[in-house]
């Protein structure tokens, strides 16, 4: 064989190997509940609340982690991912805590048995929920408190959570997450407290 060619065939082997080298392992997160003690006595029993339905935008509707590079950039990491779908774990930890701050056993998650009889029902609009590339968390959110009695809107916001992650590091990134959604859900929470209608109302 000429010595070229063998070269040749030599450098395309390596560099199919290289190509075919051991993958990167996957890591995986969840969104974490608040600490028990931020838990707050309600006066009167605890309410029934219903959480959602609860809106999430297309691009977080994939398994990796979102970080924005720029307004209108996004980049998925190819191994670091959420071991749920994030709109299911968004609406898991806001029913978590919201048991805790309430504190109340009684959170539902859309859609809940016809037979349940809510006192309040929360509805949620996430806008944006990522990061951006030095590591600030934004949680963009509309909500909609409602008395499940009459259907009136007792409260409607709009707000915009931002948590400092300290850093692009992915773990820090879902910590800094979870504390956005922690800071919502003390938002709804003391809405709820501030209506002051006594769980078992429609009862």
């Not at 968004?90 to 919201?98: D, K």
């Not at 048991?99 to 806008?127: E, F, G």
């Amino acid at each position: 064989m000429h010595p070229i060619l063998h070269a040749f065939l030599v450098s395309l082997c390596l560099a199919l190997l290289a190509s075919c080298g051991v993958t990167k392992p996957s890591r995986y997160y969840l969104l974490t509940p608040a600490e028990e003690q931020v838990a707050v006595t309600l006066s009167t029993a605890s309410p029934t609340v219903g959480i959602g339905p609860v809106s999430f935008p297309a691009y977080l509707d994939r398994p990796e982690i979102v970080i924005r590079s720029s307004s209108n950039e996004l980049n998925y990491s190819g191994s670091d991912r959420w071991a749920e779908p994030l709109k299911t774990a968004f609406n898991r930890t806001l029913a978590e805590n919201l048991s805790i701050m309430l504190p109340t056993d009684l959170v539902v998650i859309h859609p809940w048995p016809r037979a349940t009889v809510l006192d309040y029902q929360v509805v949620v609009n996430v806008t944006r929920f990522d990061a951006e590339a030095g590591g600030a968390v934004i949680l963009t959110v509309a909500w909609e408190l409602i008395r499940s009695s009459d259907g009136a809107v007792l409260q409607r916001n709009k707000a915009t959570y931002t948590e400092v992650a300290g850093s692009s590091d992915y773990r820090a990134v879902v910590v800094a997450q979870s504390h956005a959604v922690e800071r919502l859900s003390r938002d709804i929470a003391a809405a709820i407290r501030n209506t002051g209608l006594p769980a078992g109302a429609r009862r």
